[in-house]
């Protein structure tokens, strides 16, 4: 058993829990800054003027629109509204080809062996309009894929973005 001498003092006791205390605080007031993300795009209020950008996909390829204007927009979020008017928009493109099935232990349950994903990003300036629907299209050509900017879900490139 240690010797009365030998035991820390009151007063060093609460300094290492102060010390500890401080250290704790600290940390959390890093992880807050952290978890904020400044580079988060925010869209126009809600009762304002909007043009619409949607993400879409499909079994074998995906589109959407991550970032506007250098500010990332929600994750999985299907439709992005965005203020009209001239602005830069990311597209990311996605490509998945199944290249071999074998059957698994159910008859109706297969068992991917093999598959392809490719990934595409183009980014185009360009002019919206208000209360206007802008599609992110994905189109795979010779296994690349490749995207753009249609006005309807199956339709073609749309003019006026560069």
């Given at each position: ?62 589109a959407r629109f991550p970032m506007v204007d250098g500010k990332e927009t929600p994750s999985f ?34 068992i991917i062996v093999d598959s392809n994903t490719e990934q595409g990003w183009f980014s185009v ?38």
């Amino acid at each position: 058993m240690p010797h009365r001498d030998e035991l820390p003092s009151v007063d060093s006791v609460g300094f290492a829990n102060e010390f500890c205390t401080s250290i704790l605080l600290c940390l959390a007031a890093v992880m807050a800054a952290c978890a904020t993300a400044p580079n988060r795009y925010e869209p126009p209020p809600s009762k304002s003027a909007a043009a619409y950008l949607v993400n879409q996909g499909g079994l074998s390829a995906f589109a959407r629109f991550p970032m506007v204007d250098g500010k990332e927009t929600p994750s999985f979020g299907a439709l992005v509204r965005v203020a009209p008017g001239i602005h830069r928009l990311h597209v990311q493109c996605y490509h998945f080809e199944i290249t071999n099935v074998t059957p698994g232990i159910l008859p109706f349950v297969p068992i991917i062996v093999d598959s392809n994903t490719e990934q595409g990003w183009f980014s185009v300036i360009g002019s919206l309009r208000e209360n206007q629907r802008y599609f992110a299209r994905c189109v795979t050509i010779y296994g690349k894929p490749f995207g753009y900017i249609a006005a309807s879900p199956d339709g073609p490139p749309l003019a006026g973005f560069e």
